[in-house]
């Protein structure tokens, strides 16, 4: 699901990127049947110092796309990075019997590279900052929202946008009985055999025609078009992604768009 979303189909044949296109084929964590965990065992920490204590380094493009809207040079400004983390631990998948699992964040650090100016291209700065000219700083906005599923066979969800913003693209996943419990993979999503979706904008309607899906007569196509796309419609990525690892039927996991 990852490498579908956001790397390019090169991505999937290059050490150390491969594993992103193993998908999790049991909801359990029994790594010994996990075909996903089997091939990311060795990325991960295999095993904890003696405190428990762990250090890691991650590239920011890899989780939130950071500095891939404006790549220049950004003069007399601070970057600056909110994090917000939730108030629990359910983001830890543990087997089933062993004690649930705990993380303590002591130190959060970022790391931006610095330019420095050549006397000329200094005062060329200097100029366009004293002319005073306006210079557009485009930028994406993600934003997550999540709801309980009414027990009825059809249900409206209302988006929190604002009249400033343009929503884009909008990725809708299913789970079912994973919130809030740490013995089950929330890397799957379900299909809850969903027949039809669309979004409702002013006076606009997308897609303007019903998908018409059916997970139990394998008939969701249209759907996994829609998101096998994705990536290059929001990052101009112009190759399919090969290697999806989508399982038809009644335990499809992907999501859909």
């Known amino acids: ?8 189909n090169d991505f999937q044949f290059l050490k150390g990127m491969d594993q992103l296109w193993y998908k999790d084929n049991i909801s359990t964590a029994v790594i010994a049947d996990n075909v996903g965990f089997s091939v ?8 904890p110092t003696a405190k428990g ?3 890691f380094r991650i ?19 601070k970057h ?6 939730q108030d629990s631990d359910n983001a830890i998948f543990r087997a089933n ?5 705990k993380v303590n964040l002591s130190r959060i650090s970022l790391f931006m590279p610095s330019v420095t100016l050549s006397i000329d291209a200094e005062l060329n700065l200097v100029k366009i900052i004293k002319s ?21 066979t059809t249900f409206d969800w209302r988006l929190g946008v604002r009249t400033t913003e343009k929503p884009r693209y909008i990725i809708v996943a299913f789970q079912t009985n994973r919130d809030g419990n740490q013995e089950q993979n929330t890397s799957l999503f379900d299909n809850c ?21 059916s997970f139990p007569n394998i008939k969701f196509s249209r759907a996994y078009r829609d998101a096998a796309t994705f990536s290059c419609k929001f990052y101009g990525m112009s190759t399919l992604i090969h290697l999806s690892g989508i399982s038809p039927g009644k335990r499809f996991k992907e999501l859909k768009e």
């Open 132 to 152: 005073r000219e306006t210079i557009q700083l485009p930028f994406r906005l993600r934003h997550c929202d999540q709801a309980i599923v009414p027990q009825n």
């Open 40 to 47: 990311r065992q060795q990325y991960i920490i295999q095993k």
């Open 59 to 77: 590239s920011l493009r890899h989780n939130f796309r950071f500095c891939d809207d404006y790549d220049k040079v950004v003069y007399g400004l």
């Open 193 to 213: 055999d969903l027949q039809n979706m669309w979004i409702e904008l002013n006076d606009d309607r997308y897609p303007a025609s019903n998908y018409s899906l």
């Open 1 to 8: 699901m990852l490498g579908m979303l956001k790397y390019p």
């Open 80 to 85: 600056g990075l909110l994090l917000v983390r």
């Open 53 to 55: 204590t762990f250090l």
């Open 97 to 101: 019997g062993v004690a649930a699992g």
